[in-house]
């Protein structure tokens, strides 16, 4: 599905963010990135769709270079690749329903865009995501009056609507209460398991990786340091990829 | 209506520049620039000061005549050379004006300010508007109007143009300056989605920036509300200006001109309570 | 048809007839006001055409060179004018939002009095004041001065007012918890804090006047704006085209003074 080969990526030419991280993610499964902070997940996941353009390797999508794309077929690239932020991004001002719609506006004219042009089979999958959400009653309520974890689904609706094949989740729960992370992820992992697309998410709880992931990826230092299954998450392992200073080089440099 | 345009001539970003060779702490800075500058501004004002009373110049009947006329215009405003009616008319015409210029400025100042903020426009084209909003900006309005004037007329159109002149290029700064202020998250998120430009300028853009958008207008229809009275006066553009400046200038009637300055006080006091309840929804 | 679909139309239709009900109303205020004021809106198209004209004509000449030294004399005059009536106006605005601000006021009808008593000065038109003073005063700086001083007495004193109420009642409190005296509240407490803020109005207030001095001056008879319109009506298109360059530059220095100093207090 996605496979990222030896990417690098410097910030100022010098301080490297990123040294030769190489890993994949499946279909169908939850992908979990964690380490400490400053570690270089959020690069990682941003380099995927390109917000960040790294500096070398390769990150293969459905067979195709993301690095090689041109502005045209990078657009449309990105329009199949869903993405969740921690502060969500939703546009406050607008309702749930149209925040949910402008997932499928990347396939659609300027004109249609600008118009809000959508044709009923759009709004009905836009009433059913929410639904599927459990936000329907809330679909005409502007997003600025919703709480964060609702935030949260409406942004997932938003990502659903774009018919991904991965969505990317960039620390997802972080502004999340207990309750409202408990069920943004349960509801992340059943759309790996119900409906087969791939979920890539930044942590740093651990305890929720250990229990949602089938895969886990552990950062440290721009690194990958843990590169395996769920199960073989052991609390060594953990230790080994929160260590402070993981100097495996010696040009590396400590991000704090 | 207070005008926060001092958001706007101050940008918030510390210059990245060479360092001074003695780093001062960051209050010292600021207490020494703001004792500086006043002194200076002290120092220009008491020398010019002296230097602006004439010779032979009898302050005591200066101020008593004008005391008296602030009397007459206040205390005993009527009309004598001209109607009530024909006044309303003038009043009618330089608020005309104003909203005519206001909205030209404002449709037009829109295009301009997206192609020259920073979230959306490359730097040269940034810069490129900028600047020369800036120097229209810095040629007040009744030049605009007398240079217009010269070349379509004296007339409503020679107005219009002028005014509208000054506005684009306020307005533009403004809108382009509270787009700046938009988080970038949003636009970001759009184009991970893979948006087109056009649209995530309607759909994530504008929705965040209605409400500014609106009370920057308003303020503008205000200031222009002023200069069309400005350049009825000093380029002959008609309205209640012009009627003002014959009154004051040609029959030195202060009680016509206390009429007129009543009937403008009015309009007045009607956009003040027009601000105060925009604010006060939008303040919601 | 299912009916949340319905309700979906109707929103967006609802949306979009009330975008087309409000274009169409600005549509009709539009012509409305264009027909009015006798307006064409295709003279737009012709604003080219006083560029042209502009660049054509006033484009400083040989002759106008020998306009330079009286050009520059009154800039200068026009510029201490505005500094100085700006100054005189921040003082006499400090005064009055001091005793006015409703966080400070000793009763809240003297804080109605100011605020009233300041809209006033705002809203009497400036060619109003300029033409009471050219009375009185006659044609000089004073008149250019006192025009310009009034007006900015008006906003300055409103501005400082919600300057003073934004710095909050909690913090006054809690400086007179602390025993301190009316005056060394304000003096030692408030006024430090607000400063900036301050500076940043007084500095905006000093570009604007320059500007308006023109237009003062234009109506009075005196400084930049008198020798402008001497120029234009005399056709001396080059000398007036000199005015209009150096009044560029006059606005976008202090511009870019306020500038720097607005980047050394924030």
Known sequence: ?256 | MIKPENQISLPTQVPTGPRLTIPLRFRDRRRITIMLTLLVLAYITLITLPTMIPSHFKLGAALMSFTENIKIMFLQPHLTNTTFLTLLGALGQSILLAFLTTLLGSVLAFFFALASTRRLAPTPLVLGIQSLMAVIRAIPTVLWVLIYSVVFGLGADAAVVGITFHSVAYLTKVYADSMDELSPDSIETMQAMGLKKGTIIRQAVIPYLVSSYFSWTFIRFEINFADAIAVGAAAGAGGIGYQLFMSSSFYFNFHEVGVMVYMILAFALVLEIISYRLRSVTNQ | MNPNLQQVNHFFNKKRFRLSLILVILGLAYAGASLGLGFQTHSLLNIQDGIAWLIQNFIPNEASKGYWHEISQQLFRTFLVAVAATTCAAVGALFLAIIGAKTLTAAITVSWVIRGFSSLLRNIPIVAWAMILLFSFKQNDLTGFLALFFMTLGFLTRAFMETIEDFGTEKIQALQATGATYLQVIFQGLLPEIAVALMSWILYMIENNVRDATLVGLLTGTGIGFIFNLYFKSLRYGAAGLVVLSVILLVVTVELISNLIGRLLS
């Open chain 1, 1 to 256: 599905m996605l496979t990222v080969n030896h990417l690098a990526k410097s910030y100022d030419g010098e301080k490297k963010s990123l040294t030769d991280v190489s890993f994949s993610v499946r279909s169908g499964e939850v992908t979990v990135i964690i380490g400490p902070s400053g570690a270089g997940k959020t690069t990682i996941l941003r380099s995927i769709n390109q917000l960040i353009r790294d500096d070398e390797g390769e990150i293969l999508f459905d067979q195709i270079d993301m690095r090689q794309l041109n502005r045209v077929q990078l657009r449309r690239a990105r329009s199949h690749i869903g993405m969740i932020f921690q502060s969500y991004n939703l546009i406050e001002p607008l309702t749930a329903i149209e925040n949910v719609l402008h997932g499928c506006l990347g396939t659609k004219s300027n004109f249609a865009g600008i118009f809000s042009i959508y044709n009923n089979r759009e709004k009905e999958e836009a009433l059913k995501l929410l639904q599927k959400v459990g936000l329907e009653e809330f679909a005409y309520q502007q997003c600025r009056n919703l709480s964060g974890g609702q935030k949260q689904r409406v942004g997932i609706a938003r990502a659903l609507m774009q018919h991904p094949k991965i969505i990317l989740c960039d620390e997802p729960i972080a502004s999340l209460d207990p309750k409202s992370t408990i069920t943004v992820m349960d509801i992340l992992r059943g759309l790996a398991v119900n409906d087969g697309i791939s979920v890539l998410i930044n942590l740093h709880q651990v305890d929720i990786a250990r229990e949602y992931a089938d895969h886990v990826i552990g950062i440290n230092n721009g690194q990958v340091v843990f590169d395996d299954r769920t199960q073989a998450l052991s609390d060594a392992a953990i230790t080994g990829i929160y260590r402070k200073n993981a100097n495996l080089e010696g040009s590396l440099v400590h991000e704090s």
